[in-house]
């Protein structure tokens, strides 16, 4: 149980588009996902979080307007990179968590590339 | 000083080994510990979730938790190749739903 799935697994942009990344809870309902960035060698950097049906709340120095973040349904968020850049590129990690809130499951990532 | 601390390694040991992963943490606050793993060019996998102090086995692993030195382990015995990846400790609070991440520690196993 407690799989997250996240689409596409890789994708490539030019610079100044836009491009959303799709993060699901297969077997369980998840109440809050959160978005993290991995840079290479590095530890997971927390982006947002986001509560279904709320709007997402975001961490200092992370741009909402760049990264807009929408927990529509229980077992969807989706995260879309406007006007990406190269210095955009990076692995994205979406993770739920269910009611109890108390472990977060990940999804296997995102790697963009902005060219 | 980080809220949690983890040696980075990397770790190499030989297969069968018993491995021994730490982490440290200054917030007396915390009271759910987990350990996660991690390949490369992957999400993190859950292997461990533990509540205030306490041992809990799985299988090969094993997480222990000393809230009253503030610091974790992890226990992987008969180590194998495919357990060459990055662990990850995290922790939160009792209230609130932010994980905080040690650095990782890179493990290699030989065989």
């Known amino acids: 149980g407690a799989v997250v799935s996240q689409h596409p697994s890789w994708v490539i942009c030019k610079s100044g588009t836009s491009v959303k990344i799709e993060c699901r809870s297969l077997?369980?309902?998840?109440?809050?996902m959160f978005w993290y960035r991995q840079f290479p060698k590095q530890s997971l950097m927390l982006m947002a979080t986001?509560?279904?049906?709320?709007?997402?709340?975001?961490e200092q120095g992370v741009e909402k307007d760049k990264f807009l973040i929408n927990h529509a349904s229980l077992t969807l968020s989706t995260l879309t990179v406007t006007s990406a850049h190269p210095e955009d590129s990076s692995f994205y990690i979406c993770?739920?968590?269910?009611?109890?809130?108390?472990?977060?499951?990940f999804g296997p990532g995102t790697r963009l590339t902005v060219t | 000083q980080k809220e949690v601390e983890q040696d980075p390694g990397p770790l190499s040991v030989p297969e069968g080994a018993i491995v021994s992963l730490n982490c440290t943490y200054s917030?007396?606050?915390?009271?759910?510990f987990m350990w996660y793993r991690q390949y490369s060019r992957k999400g993190p996998e859950l292997l461990m979730y533990?509540?205030?102090?306490g041992n809990k086995e799985d299988g090969r692993f094993t997480a222990q938790v000393d809230k009253s030195s503030k610091y974790i382990s992890l226990f992987i015995r008969d180590s194998q190749p495919s357990d060459s990846a990055t662990y990850l400790c995290?922790?939160?609070?009792?209230?609130?739903?932010?994980?905080?991440f040690g650095a990782g520690t890179i493990l290699r196993v030989k065989s």
């Open positions: 533990t509540y205030s102090s």
């Open positions: 917030n007396s606050a915390f009271q759910y």
């Open positions: 077997d369980f309902q998840a109440t809050t």
């Open positions: 995290a922790m939160r609070g009792e209230y609130g739903n932010k994980l905080v």
């Open positions: 993770s739920a968590s269910g009611a109890s809130g108390r472990a977060q499951y």
């Open positions: 986001s509560n279904e049906g709320s709007k997402a709340t975001y």
